[in-house]
């Protein structure tokens, strides 16, 4: 695991406690560090609303996680190139020129558009139990034979234009609480499918970012309780005002969801 920057400068500030001399020196450490955010609408902030008209359809806002944690921590430099709609070679085409080898923290989330979350998704809101079942385990299949090498063109990438960053990948929440307190819409066996598809794609995506020294940082638990049919969802179900913030965390689901376990991880 490669040590950032930003530990090593704890590390610093707890062996000089009480010695003001090196007050001037660690107050330049802190401001050296620089954290850039890639990925896709579930680090942009989708469905969590306030969407900078700057960012135009990537709808970043400063309710997403990574602009969260740039708050809180006051990094020298932040780079906020997460888009809404991002597959992994939108992220390499488009988001990765801020990274360079002064950058300490990488954060991403990607992979979802890549399996066809959207479509899938669609497909079963819309369609037959057997068509969205269908739909599921095409995808799966896409994430077992085609992701990982989608995903390792992505990491190699960061790696070589910021090799002395710490790099999390953060995985996707389960949607739906099993036995929960939907009483209209998919069948548990929909919802079940959905579930485990999501558990497939966090697998895969931590194995190939174990492989690449990176930290994969799993949110399935700490939206767990906070699902979709839970009674105190973290998670927009279909939402027909604002159709693309469907199936998106809420601006809590960034706060208490991703921001803690990315916080954890950084």
């Known amino acids: 695991m490669k040590l950032s920057r930003f530990a090593a400068l704890a590390s610093s500030l707890l062996l000089a406690t009480g010695a003001a001399l090196f007050g001037a020196g660690q107050a330049s450490a802190a401001a050296d560090f620089g954290y850039v955010a890639l990925g896709d609408s ?6 969590a609303g306030n969407y900078d008209s700057a960012s135009g359809n990537c709808k970043r806002t400063t309710r997403a996680y990574p602009a969260l944690w740039a708050a809180a921590h006051a990094p020298q430099s ?58 599921i385990n095409e995808a799966k299949a896409y994430v077992t034979n085609t992701l990982p090498g989608k995903l390792d063109a992505v990491y190699n990438a960061i790696d070589s234009r910021a090799p002395n960053a710490r790099v999390v ?12 307190t ?24 931590a194995k190939r970012a174990a492989d690449h020294g990176f930290t994969f940082a799993s949110v399935a638990g700490a939206f767990t309780g906070h699902e979709i049919c839970s009674g105190s969802a973290w998670l927009h179900s279909v939402n027909w005002l604002n159709i693309g913030e469907s199936y998106h965390p809420t601006a809590a689901g960034q706060s208490s969801g991703y921001l803690p376990v990315f916080t954890n991880a950084a």
């Open 42 to 47: 579930y680090s942009s902030g989708v469905g």
């Open 78 to 135: 932040f780079a906020f190139t997460a888009c809404s709609g991002a597959r992994t070679d939108d992220v390499l085409s488009g988001q990765l020129g801020p990274l360079n080898s002064g950058t300490d923290l990488v954060s991403i989330t990607i992979g979802g558009n890549d399996a066809g979350f959207a479509d899938v998704m669609t497909t079963c809101v819309l369609q037959s139990e057997a068509t969205c079942l269908s739909r």
């Open 169 to 180: 990948v953060l995985g996707y929440p389960r949607f739906y609480k099993l036995n929960g």
């Open 182 to 205: 939907c009483t209209a819409g998919l069948s548990e066996t929909e919802r079940a499918a959905i579930n485990g598809a999501a558990d497939h794609l966090n697998a895969t995506t």
